[in-house]
């Protein structure tokens, strides 16, 4: 389509030509493009959420405004609701339960908080091996950020890197955000059933975003930091993590104890919090 080949040359991102593509090609099997009535009928009547309506409603008037065409814009919106936000426990059994591929892909999301498409994106050369830090393209827009990554992760994205002869400027992974997304449906559907979980259904990929940035709230109560490291541009995006702090397996601490000065100032300095004192003991604590 004309229309495609336009939004390339005003350089859009390749995830909205590749959907704007899917939509009108959906479109024009159920109405008549060039009648806007029909497809707002088409659109209303379709049984998907409103988030769904509301692209195609979008992606059509990419189409009008190509074909020099006018239409009275249906709006939909999709109800505010709280994030999904999955335990540890059960993203590590679906990343236990992953291909290898994808289990690196996985465990980027999670320590992270990419977006799908950035960890996509991810090019050799965003990775520095000696800070164990990633550099990722940030997709909306939005602001520039560097995030860590396990030792164990590194050492599985340096080991992916040199098994596939991956060159700086080459990506890391090979497909597409939309192939990312359905491969973890499969997996996540199959692991559901195994262990007959109907809860496991209801982790998305984009969960592991959300996991991410409401443990870091959790950790640092810094939410300008949280911005930052999801590369939001709003802080009214991020403040939504703020309302999201209790983990259950969070209910777990490692625990010292201090006789001294000495000893309480390392612990301090190593994130652990002073809780009381018995029997002159100081005893600290922090979450694992």
Known sequence: MNILIKMKNNGKAETTIHFTRKALQFLAKHADLNNPEQVKQFIANHEVSNHYK????????????????TWNM????????MPNIPTT?????????AGKHLALRLKISMETGLRPIEVMRLKVKD??????????????????????????????????????????????????????????????????????????RNIRLYDL???????????????????????????????????LLHFNEEDEYTCKTATNIKQATKLIENGFQYITEIDGTKLFRKRK
Do not use: W
């Not at 091996?129 to 990633?134: A, D, G, K, V």
């Not at 950790?219 to 939504?240: A, F, N, R, S, Y």
């Open 74 to 81: 249906p709006l939909y919106r999709q109800p505010s609701k």
């Open 209 to 243: 975003r959300h996991y991410y940035a409401t443990r870091l709230y959790s950790k640092t109560k810094d939410i300008l930091l949280v911005k930052q490291q999801m590369g939001h541009k709003k802080l009214e995006t991020t403040l939504i993590y703020t309302q």
């Open 89 to 97: 426990a059960k993203l590590n059994m679906l990343i236990s339960h």
């Open 127 to 200: 990775v520095n091996f000696e800070t164990r830090t990633l550099q990722p393209a940030t997709a909306k827009n939005g602001a520039p950020r560097m995030i860590k990554l396990s030792i164990q992760t590194t050492a599985m994205l340096k080991a992916h890197i040199s098994k596939y002869k991956r060159t700086q400027h080459d990506k890391i992974f090979k497909g597409t955000p939309d192939n990312y997304g359905k491969l973890f449906r499969q997996m996540r559907n199959n692991l559901a059933e195994k262990l007959q979980d109907p809860t496991i």
């Open 54 to 69: 509301r692209n195609l409603c979008i992606a059509y008037n990419k189409y009008l405004e190509h074909t020099n065409q």
